[in-house]
């Protein structure tokens, strides 16, 4: 168990649709980083905040969005989906120092989208 | 941009055979590298890391030492057991003060036959 917990495990939506995603960080850990699994894709960044502010963008779609609160948990909201956006969404989360760089991942959401 | 070569699977072998997942990488800086394994249904599991040249990562019998000179990250295990059986990730982190996003290589399915 590495401390992240990601919400809800399972998600199938239509087209057009719009979900949000949930991840808690480990406690302690300021930076959330969220990622996209794909069969096409593989492993991609999508973005990442840290303490609250956005720190770094990878290939997010303009489609895609992400906040992380006072309480430290960030959300990845996805609008108008397409069903090229079915994939694994991982949330990831550091140390804010020291760590050097080492990641720890939730389990994932599984979206589908129909 | 930074990218991550992964040997190309699915690799198959034999309980207690000697195991090799090829590595290369390309960045501009100093990186930090790692290898996470990710078993099925599962999120990535950290598998271990190393910061600098000629550091040698270890963990659960695996092994892989940062060769600055060949661009390398090889992932050793001298002998693999079934529970071995899973996808292994290369990947590398270059920091920008807090951001410090994960570049992956494709992946590599290992299977250990009994």
């Known amino acids: 168990d590495s401390g992240v917990t990601q919400t809800p495990k399972h998600l199938i939506t239509a087209t057009g649709q719009r979900v949000t995603l949930r991840c808690s960080p480990r406690?302690?850990?300021?930076?959330v980083y969220w990622y996209q699994q794909s069969l096409d894709q593989g492993l991609q960044f999508l973005i990442q905040y840290y303490n609250g502010e956005e720190r770094a963008k990878g290939n997010i779609l303009e489609r895609f969005s992400a906040q992380q609160f006072p309480d430290l948990h960030s959300e990845l909201n996805l609008s108008s989906l397409e069903l090229g956006d079915s994939a694994l969404y991982f949330c990831a989360s550091s140390a804010s120092v020291g760590g050097r760089g080492e990641q720890y991942f939730g389990p994932g959401t599984r979206l589908t989208v129909t | 941009g930074d990218s991550v070569t992964q040997m190309e699977g699915p690799v198959t072998l034999s309980e207690e055979a000697f195991l090799t997942i090829n590595c290369t990488y390309t960045?501009?800086?100093?990186?930090?590298l790692f290898w996470y394994v990710q078993y099925p249904g599962e999120g990535l599991q950290l598998l271990l890391k190393?910061?600098?040249?000629?550091d040698k990562g270890s963990n659960k019998g695996f092994e892989a030492t940062y060769r600055k000179e060949t661009t390398s990250f090889h992932l050793e295990k001298g002998s693999v057991q079934v529970s071995d059986s899973a996808v292994y990730f290369c990947?590398?982190?270059?920091?920008?003060?807090?951001?410090?996003?994960?570049?992956f290589g494709s992946g590599t399915q290992l299977t250990v036959l009994p």
């Open positions: 406690s302690g850990d300021l930076s």
């Open positions: 190393a910061t600098k040249a000629d």
């Open positions: 960045a501009t800086g100093y990186p930090s």
């Open positions: 990947a590398l982190s270059e920091s920008s003060g807090s951001a410090r996003q994960l570049t």
